[in-house]
């Protein structure tokens, strides 16, 4: 730990309650509380608190903004409601992944966007560069505004029972649908409350000012949510085949090789990366992500290789073992001619894993409640 590292609203209240705290992407974060895998369980059985503070916090405000996120972002924002999300990538001119991320419209002339940290500035410039010569004015106030991530089966209810103050045709939480959103009434100042998450299971999550988070996260916990860290967090996106960013998507992978162009809009106006990406579509993939499960324990690590028939076809991105399912499972970037039901071999420190190459989700999971 070093002086240099950001601190959350949250911080204070995660050291005192003993979590093991660890650097990330220049943050001071939680990794664990109870533990990895009792954290894990209680998100997939009851619910769990995350602080993802870390997260960017960009507004765009005015009659542009649309206009902004259309010439910035894969997804087509011109498509959404009031109140709605969309998930979307933010790629460079040659077709790479900066980040994925989700856009979320509160208005006409008001939106919200929420980059991962260690790519907010490389987001907030190519917004800054799009919003040149328009009406709109782009703000970063990342460091300002707190993110609470409640998961779990009974995230919904337990939220409903905070009598939170929903603005608009709202009245608690399990009225917003998957994806759509709802303005919250906070002490003279307005946050939002998300129905997104990063877990597969249903939640919300909160962005609320930094002065109002401590509260609020002890009020979540006094109701009965788990307080999670990032490594819960990571085995449950895991188990959903869910990408992150520096192990499954980078500037060198294509939004078609991690199997999401169905966020890429290619027939609508000009935006970054465009013609990189349609030549990409074009020109077919030689490899995509696809999952790898295991019958054992033993775990595949990122960066090793996957052998069929002793010929290399891809090398792993994550893995780590499954909690709900009792097993090695991990995520790869496979030569095109491996198809899901195919038996595979990932080289552990010189001993052959034997896999089954599988299409994620690893786990049977409804976020939309």
């Known amino acids: 730990m070093t002086d240099e590292l950001l601190r959350t609203a949250l911080t204070d209240a995660h050291e005192d309650a003993g979590a093991a705290m660890a650097p990330f992407a220049g943050w001071s974060m939680p990794l664990r509380f109870a533990g990895t895998i009792a954290e894990h369980e209680a998100v997939r059985t009851a619910v769990g608190a995350f602080d993802v503070s870390h997260l960017g916090t960009v507004w765009l405000d005015g009659p542009d903004a649309c206009a902004v996120l259309a010439a910035t972002f894969t997804n087509d924002p011109t498509t959404l409601r009031d109140m709605c999300s969309q998930y979307t990538l933010c790629c460079d001119d040659d077709g790479g992944i900066v980040d994925d991320l989700i856009v979320y419209r509160l208005g006409p002339d008001r939106w919200l966007t929420m980059p991962n940290a260690a790519n907010t500035a490389a987001v907030v410039a190519a917004l800054h560069a799009a919003a040149d010569g328009r009406d709109v004015q782009v703000r970063d106030e990342s460091r300002t505004w707190a993110v609470l991530a409640v998961q779990g089966p009974g995230a919904l209810a337990l939220l409903d029972g905070l009598d939170l103050d929903l603005v608009g045709l709202c009245d608690v939480a399990s009225d917003v649908a998957h994806l759509q959103l709802a303005e919250l009434a906070l002490d003279g100042d ?71 162009g169905w966020a890429v809009k290619l027939d609508r106006d000009p935006f970054r990366g465009q013609e990189a990406l349609r030549a990409a579509k074009e020109a077919g993939t030689t490899r995509r992500l696809l999952g790898l499960r295991t019958d054992g324990r033993r775990l595949a690590r990122a960066g090793m290789r996957v052998v069929r028939d002793g010929e290399d076809v891809g090398a792993v991105t994550s893995g780590g073992f499954s909690p709900t399912l009792e097993r090695g499972i991990a995520l790869a970037y496979l030569d095109r001619a491996v198809e899901p039901g195919d038996e595979v071999a990932v080289d552990v420190r010189g001993t052959p894993l034997a896999f089954e190459v599988v299409r994620p989700p690893f786990v049977d999971r409804d976020p939309g409640g």
């Open 190 to 260: 307005r946050g939002v409350l998300a129905r997104t998450g990063y877990t597969g299971e249903p939640g919300a999550e909160l962005l609320v000012p930094n002065a109002v988070a401590p509260a609020l996260w002890a009020r979540l916990l006094g109701a009965g949510a788990e307080p999670c860290g990032l490594g819960a967090r990571d085995t449950l996106r895991l188990e959903m085949g869910y990408p992150l960013h520096g192990n499954e998507l980078s500037t060198e992978v294509t939004p078609f090789e991690a199997r999401l």
